[in-house]
């Protein structure tokens, strides 16, 4: 089983930046995919970015050239970059841990946009 806690939440006006992190624990692979997803309200939960243990990162285009997908592999935690912050932003990121038949994630942390 493997735990995810994710931090870092907030409120930003828009244009701002938020660094959200999350710590991963439990029976960890060391082949694995970390990610990040998103739901607003009314809507599906959509990918973010992802990004394996090798460091091959995939983004949605809706964020590309603004959030960075990275992680530290010794400490199990990746991490979201999130800079040029928009409204449509606004919404639960929920960290995802993928490993072969299983998948895991972490509880949401809210990430709201003002205009």
């Known amino acids: 089983q493997v735990q995810l806690v994710e931090s870092g939440g907030g409120l930003v006006q828009a244009g701002g930046s938020l660094r959200l992190s999350c710590a991963a624990s439990?029976?960890?692979?060391?082949?694995?995919?970390m990610g990040w997803f998103r739901q607003a309200p009314g809507k599906q939960r959509e990918m973010v970015a992802t990004?394996?243990?090798?460091?091959?990162?995939n983004c949605a285009d809706s964020v590309k050239g603004r959030f960075t997908i990275a992680r530290d592999n010794a400490k199990n935690t990746v991490y979201l970059q999130m800079n040029s912050l928009k409204p449509e932003d606004t919404a639960v990121y929920y960290c995802?841990?993928?490993?072969?038949?299983?998948?895991?994630w972490g509880q949401g942390t809210q990430v709201t946009v003002s205009s």
């Open positions: 995802a841990v993928f490993q072969p038949g299983s998948a895991s």
């Open positions: 439990g029976s960890l692979f060391s082949i694995n995919t």
């Open positions: 990004i394996t243990n090798l460091g091959t990162t």
